[in-house]
């Protein structure tokens, strides 16, 4: 007896007849959105390649701004390098970064078409207006991030004194600033993770603005580890921003809470694990009319017995 696979029809991996896509398809779509994104972004990495010389002076400028960083003898802003193809890989790196964000459309786009097919129409309307708030908060974050770098590296270099000669590295200190600028960004996403909570419905305006303790707490805290200069004002700055945040966000609960509890009125004095009250009032209920059999109904069939099963001799154990 030969063993093999069954083969499959060509209509093995259609599309279901309600309208799904199956497996398959998804995974063919995937490669083709993730070709897409990915042309995308290395068309974005040429452009970037040809601006990371203008990309690198703009974030030395926070350092070249200082007069520690003006070398005496030529009167320019100077930095060391200590590997051969330091610079030219740093502005590989630069490209990246810069290629990423100027195809950000694009890749954004393509991978919100391949996951909003399974979304409700809130969901998908609450996911715009989280994009749409995520993209200034981060150029906030990265605004206060060089403000704050250009404050830290005063203060750091003027501890150093006079009779100590400053040289910076290019590639650490542009790893500094980008970090910097990465983790300030991220910070300030997080009312949106405080909206979040609120739209979902786990945490309400009134919990949230109970927490108000906690959450300073936990910003200064965060502000205190994350700041790379050992000063207070950068470690403030930031934790001002983040609570000022919070308390706009915790804002906006308010008025979404407003907004879903339209309605509802009748629900106002009751918390939310406290049973409502039923009106167990009795209502009389009228007789209807009566219904006149248009035709006689028949009798059901009587259930006959199943015929017994013929065993094999096989099957005696």
Not at 25 to 47: D, P, Q, T
Request: contains cysteine.
């Amino acid at each position: 007896m030969a063993f093999g696979l069954k083969k499959r029809g060509p209509s093995s991996f259609a599309r279901a007849s309600d309208g799904s896509m199956t497996l398959i398809e998804h995974i063919r779509e995937l490669r083709n959105r993730l070709f897409r994104a990915s042309l995308a972004v290395v068309v974005g990495f040429g452009f970037g390649f040809w601006l990371a010389e203008p990309v690198r002076k703009l974030l030395s400028q926070p350092y070249c701004d200082l007069p520690q960083s003006v070398d005496p003898d030529t009167g320019k802003c100077l930095f060391v390098q200590l590997g051969v193809a330091d610079v030219f890989l740093l502005n590989l790196k630069i490209g990246l970064w810069v290629g990423l964000i100027i195809a950000a459309p694009v890749w954004l786009y393509q991978l919100w078409a391949f996951i909003a097919p399974g979304l409700h129409r809130h969901e998908r309307r609450y996911a715009y207006i989280f994009t749409a708030l995520a993209a200034p908060l981060f150029a906030a974050g990265a605004v206060l991030a060089f403000f704050v770098t250009t404050k830290g590296l005063e203060f750091l270099l003027n501890v150093s004194g006079d009779d100590i000669a400053t040289n910076l590295e290019v590639t650490r200190y542009i790893s500094f600033v980008t970090n910097l600028i990465l983790l300030f960004g991220v910070a300030f996403e997080f009312p949106l993770i405080v909206l979040m909570l609120n739209f979902v419905g786990l945490a309400s305006a009134k919990r949230l603005l109970s927490w108000w303790r906690v959450a300073i707490f936990v910003f200064f805290a965060f502000s205190a580890v994350v700041t790379p200069t050992p000063d207070p004002f950068g470690m403030t700055a930031l934790a001002i921003c983040l609570s000022a945040l919070y308390f706009g966000a915790v804002g906006v609960a308010f008025l979404n809470d407003r907004r879903r509890g339209k309605g509802r009125e009748v629900y106002a004095g009751i918390d939310d694990d406290e049973v409502s009250p039923l009106d167990l009032s009795n209502e009389p209920v009228p007789t209807g009319a009566r219904i006149e059999a248009s035709a006689p109904v028949e009798a059901p069939a009587p259930i006959t017995a199943p015929a017994p099963i013929e065993r094999r001799y096989d099957d005696m154990t």
